[in-house]
């Protein structure tokens, strides 16, 4: 099965209101485990950047001054992403921006049943608990050492490793003999069977007489008075 974990930096929170997203990271997996291969972009957002928004991710508007707009990178975006299950923490905000910017430049949205919430999991999971992505990496002890600042790329690396623990944790092996040529072991060939003859035991007419005295003796026997009398 193959999904992709992303994760977006924007200007602000309601794209609606006129924030923009400028940067996207994305990674596959297929089985839940990374193949190695990303999507990672940032966009000029038309826009200037907030200072409270540059303070979470460090983007500034001198950093992506060069930087190409959503609609010159959307093909290969969404070459990427093909029909894939897109799974992101608190999912609602990401596929806000990405349908927002998919459909400024008259894109097919995607469809929301394409969305898997990690927060959503996380809640079902942990009731009560915390449910950021730095308490989720806390309590399933990945390293998170080296995020600084957010990065959409970086962050989505980061909860790929928590979507795993969210579904069960890593099982190596699991689902490889299905997909691997199993050849069988050699098994070395069957002795022949040994056949041996009947054993015929006689009885002698003394033997008869005394079973035919001892079934006399029985009372009410479970094979009837008739096969006695027989």
Known sequence: MREIVFDTETTGFSFPDGDRMVEIGCLEMINRV????TFHAYFHPERTMPAEAQRVHGLSDAFLADKPL????????????????????????DFGFLNGELQRCGRTTVGMHRMVDTVAMARMRHPGAKHSLDALCSRYGI??????????????????????????????GLGLVSEAVVEA?????????VVRPARVFAISEADRARHAQFIKTVVNPLWGSEAVAQ
């Open 143 to 172: 390293d998170r050492s080296h995020r600084t600042l957010h990065g959409a790329l970086l962050d989505a690396q980061l909860l790929a490793q928590v979507y795993v623990e969210l579904t069960g944790g890593r099982q190596i």
């Open 70 to 93: 959503f609609v010159q990178q959307v093909d290969e975006l969404l070459d990427f992403l093909e029909d894939s299950p897109l799974v992101a923490h608190n999912a609602s905000f």
């Open 185 to 193: 072991a050699p098994t070395a060939p069957a002795a022949p069977a």
């Open 34 to 37: 990374e193949t190695g291969r």
